[in-house]
């Protein structure tokens, strides 16, 4: 099983960055599919958790920012983010889960960092 993300890097205040994510070794269109982001020392935070277009989750923080997707046909799920704010700067990770991760698969993580 892997979980590969990409697409993080360094990106000005109210910038916007797209993270990818490539899922292999699992049957990926049966499970919910999301993001989590950590700053160090800080607690691991939830943000988005989809199952299909129609039923997706955004935690209150990255609501209306942030823009989460999957494509079954290529086992990927993305993670769009708008308007992007130096409090948005942590390690973000690809993992099974919905409303919070089910601790199952995680990625290992992908560097955002929003700075002047």
């Known amino acids: 099983v892997q979980l590969v993300e990409s697409g993080g890097g360094l990106v000005q205040p109210g910038g916007s960055l797209r993270l990818s994510c490539a899922a292999s070794g699992f049957t990926f269109r049966t499970y919910a599919m999301g993001w989590a982001r950590q700053v160090p020392g800080k607690e691991l935070e939830w943000l988005s958790g989809?199952?299909?277009?129609?039923?997706?989750y955004y935690s209150d923080s990255v609501k209306g920012r942030f823009t989460i997707s999957r494509d079954n046909a290529k086992n990927m799920v993305y993670l769009q983010m708008n308007s992007l704010k130096p409090e948005d700067t942590a390690v973000y990770y690809c993992a099974t889960g919905f409303r919070s991760a089910d601790n199952k698969y995680w990625g290992q993580g992908t560097q955002v960092t929003v700075s002047s």
């Open positions: 989809i199952y299909s277009d129609e039923i997706i």
